[in-house]
């Protein structure tokens, strides 16, 4: 334990790394998060470019409103709440994630396809 005035404050340091494996263990989810995050936007400019259209009207909804509260300043926990800011926002991605993983798969391998092809999609 500390002997220093802001023993409290140390205290919080000193259980973030007793338990540093474990949030380095959460690390590559949130990682992850972010860069289905990505992938959901992307996908929500295609559409609205008209590149892709090959995704259900409620799935491309759900993913702009997720997108949407992202954005929103108004928050169940405001962004501002350091450690705790952006659980919800995560928890809104996470679930329209869970919600859309099929489309976010075929919008992913749509890419692709257009990626090696040239640009160029042949639907088969």
Known sequence: MSTSSN??????????????QDIEGKLPKLKTLFEQAKVMLAMVK?????SY???PYWAISAVALALLYVLNPVDVLPDVL???GYLDDATVVAFCLKLVQREI??????TAVKTKGGGKVVDV
């Open 7 to 20: 023993g409290e404050h140390d205290l919080t340091i000193e259980r973030v790394t007793q338990r540093a």
């Open 46 to 50: 295609d559409y609205w470019s008209g």
């Open 53 to 55: 259209r090959e995704v």
């Open 82 to 84: 350091l450690g705790v």
């Open 105 to 110: 798969e075929r919008y992913q391998e749509w």
